[in-house]
C-alpha cells in the first residue's frame, strides 16, 4: 500500500465484495476513524489539531488514518503553501453524509456509558457533545 493517497477519488478495495457492512467498515471502521470524523465535523483543522483533539493517537496512525479516509473520498487535503506548511483537513460532501450516523454512534456510547455505570465525561477527547449534522447550501 503506498504511503500517500491516490490521487482523484479512488476507494479502497472492498475486503467482501458486494457487501455493503464490509464496505462500510473498510472505510470507517478502525479505532479512530470516528473520532476524526467528529472533530472535523466541527469544522476544518490541522494536523496538530486533530492529533490534539483525538490524544492518545500517535502520529503515524493519524497520518495513515487520514490517509485511507482521503483515499475514499471522504475527506480532503488542502496543503496551504510549499512543504512544510500546514495542511488542513475537512470532510467533503460525501463525508458530511456520514455525520448522522457519527451522531448516532456517539449517542449510543453516551447510553451505553450510563448503562455500564459509567458517567459520560466532558474529559479525555472531548466528544461528549453533539456535532453539528449540517449541509452544504
Known amino acids: ?24 467498515f473498510a472505510a470507517v471502521g478502525g479505532k479512530w476513524k470516528l473520532t476524526i470524523l467528529y472533530w472535523l465535523a466541527h469544522g476544518e483543522l ?9 490524544a492518545p493517537i500517535s502520529h503515524k496512525v493519524l ?14 487535503r488542502i496543503p496551504t503553501g510549499a512543504v512544510p506548511a500546514p495542511v488542513i483537513y475537512k470532510l467533503t460532501e460525501y463525508g458530511e453524509t456520514l455525520l448522522p450516523i457519527v451522531e448516532a454512534v456517539r449517542v449510543w456510547g453516551e447510553g451505553h456509558l450510563l448503562r455500564s455505570s ?19 447550501a
Not at 459509567?118 to 452544504?136: A, H, N, T, V
Open 118 to 136: 459509567s458517567k459520560p465525561q466532558s474529559g479525555g477527547m472531548g466528544c461528549g457533545e453533539g456535532i453539528p449534522l449540517r449541509r452544504r
Open 46 to 54: 490541522h494536523f496538530a489539531g486533530l492529533q490534539r483533539r483525538a
Open 1 to 24: 500500500m503506498s504511503k500517500k493517497a491516490p490521487a482523484g477519488n479512488h476507494a479502497r478495495a472492498n475486503p467482501l465484495e458486494g457487501c455493503p457492512l464490509a464496505a462500510a
Open 63 to 76: 497520518a495513515e488514518q487520514l490517509r485511507e479516509l482521503e483515499a475514499d473520498g471522504i475527506i480532503d
